[in-house]
């Protein structure tokens, strides 16, 4: 898959087949529609592309929008390229780009320069300065400048929005079963390994302390889960901390992996753990015994998962 930082650094040949959209936790809802994209593409002889905005329009539209997302980019890329899209767009959404006309973004990047020939869109799908084009004018254009326009209808795109919504709602809660089954994955959180204050190699279980720079992630309620990373192509079980330990008083939350079996020096790696189940709510134990204690418990909680 080729990736591109702007619709202007697309500079293929070949006409093509796009969708648009944020598409944000590449769920089962959106994997059909690259599906279609994909199987379209290979019976007309087309580029499959899908363009997409970063930052999320919804962001710079409404600066006071706090809202969080179920992928940070990389891990969107990540999921693209397994699905088997041809060319990913990413276009930055600012100020200037929400102010184009209906007509520049047809012409100029949708036809000039996408070179569009086919395109599988939503039927709510809105476009242009102040959302001012819909799909039916979408229509209009097609015949001017010579493209197919598939529209997904109502109930499928309404079951998207439901998918999206109950990621959301599984992930705040950490209800992680209900996540998968809606994403069709795990649910993964990427980021750095840094340096903690070394506690849980004093008490037996050494972390990873995981930095997410992203702050517009979405991060799992507060708990202990079971996890499964790959290190060096290698996978590993373990259990993760999500909180502000209690027992300990810190004031920042943290994310804390303690990998079973494991014993190297992994800092400033970049690792992604998907998180698989709850295991508990965070707790405030009277002593670092008491703490050590049920660390235990939930490692043996863990392993009775892996051999499930």
Same mark, same amino acid.
């Given at each position: 898959?080729?990736?591109?930082?702007?619709?202007?650094?697309?500079?293929?040949?070949?006409? $093509?087949?796009?969708?648009?959209?944020?598409?944000?936790?590449?769920?089962?809802?959106?994997?059909?529609?690259?599906?279609?994209?994909?199987?379209?593409?290979?019976?007309?002889?087309?580029?499959?592309?899908?363009?997409?905005?970063?930052?999320?329009?919804?962001?710079?539209?409404?600066?006071?929008?706090?809202?969080?997302?179920?992928?940070?980019?990389? &891990?969107?890329?990540?999921?693209? &390229?397994?699905?088997?899209?041809?060319?990913?767009?990413?276009?930055?959404?600012?100020?200037?780009? $929400?102010?184009?006309?209906?007509?520049?973004?047809?012409?100029?990047?949708?036809?000039?320069?996408?070179?569009?020939?086919?395109?599988?869109?939503?039927?709510?799908?809105?476009?242009?300065?102040?959302?001012?084009?819909?799909?039916?004018?979408?229509?209009?254009? $097609?015949?001017?400048?010579?493209?197919?326009?598939?529209?997904?209808?109502?109930?499928?795109?309404?079951?998207?929005?439901?998918? $999206?919504?109950?990621?959301?709602?599984?992930?705040?809660?950490?209800?992680? #079963?209900?996540?998968?089954?809606?994403?069709?994955?795990?649910?993964?959180?990427?980021?750095?390994?840094?340096?903690?204050?070394?506690?849980?190699?004093?008490?037996?279980?050494?972390?990873?302390?995981?930095?997410?720079?992203?702050?517009?992630?979405?991060?799992?309620?507060?708990?202990?889960?079971?996890?499964?990373?790959?290190?060096?192509? #290698?996978?590993?079980?373990?259990?993760?901390?999500?909180?502000?330990?209690?027992?300990?008083?810190?004031?920042?939350?943290?994310?804390?992996?303690?990998?079973?079996?494991?014993?190297?020096?992994?800092?400033?790696?970049?690792?992604?753990?998907?998180?698989?189940?709850?295991?508990?709510?965070? #707790?405030?134990?009277?002593?670092?015994?008491?703490?050590?204690?049920?660390?235990?418990?939930?490692?043996?909680?863990?392993?009775?998962?892996?051999? #499930?």
């Amino acid at each position: 898959m080729k990736i591109y930082k702007s619709i202007d650094e697309y500079n293929e040949s070949k006409n $093509s087949i796009v969708t648009i959209g944020t598409f944000d936790g590449i769920h089962k809802g959106h994997q059909k529609i690259f599906n279609k994209v994909i199987n379209a593409s290979k019976q007309s002889n087309l580029s499959s592309v899908v363009l997409t905005f970063f930052p999320h329009p919804r962001i710079i539209l409404n600066k006071y929008n706090d809202i969080k997302m179920i992928d940070t980019l990389d &891990e969107k890329i990540d999921h693209l &390229e397994k699905i088997g899209i041809d060319h990913l767009v990413i276009h930055p959404f600012d100020k200037k780009f $929400s102010l184009l006309s209906a007509d520049q973004f047809i012409k100029e990047y949708l036809v000039d320069k996408l070179k569009l020939k086919h395109i599988i869109i939503g039927y709510d799908h809105r476009f242009g300065k102040g959302r001012e084009a819909s799909v039916t004018d979408l229509k209009e254009y $097609s015949r001017e400048f010579n493209f197919v326009v598939d529209e997904i209808d109502a109930q499928e795109i309404e079951k998207i929005a439901i998918s $999206s919504t109950k990621i959301r709602k599984s992930i705040n809660e950490g209800n992680l #079963k209900t996540t998968k089954l809606y994403l069709g994955r795990f649910f993964c959180l990427t980021g750095k390994v840094v340096k903690g204050d070394g506690l849980g190699k004093q008490i037996n279980y050494p972390t990873a302390n995981i930095l997410i720079k992203e702050d517009y992630k979405i991060i799992p309620k507060d708990g202990v889960y079971y996890i499964k990373t790959k290190v060096d192509n #290698k996978l590993y079980n373990g259990m993760m901390n999500i909180g502000h330990r209690p027992t300990i008083g810190t004031k920042e939350k943290s994310i804390e992996v303690n990998l079973f079996n494991f014993d190297r020096d992994i800092y400033d790696k970049i690792i992604s753990v998907d998180v698989v189940e709850k295991i508990r709510d965070e #707790k405030k134990f009277s002593s670092i015994e008491a703490l050590k204690a049920q660390l235990a418990k939930d490692e043996e909680h863990c392993l009775k998962l892996i051999n #499930k």
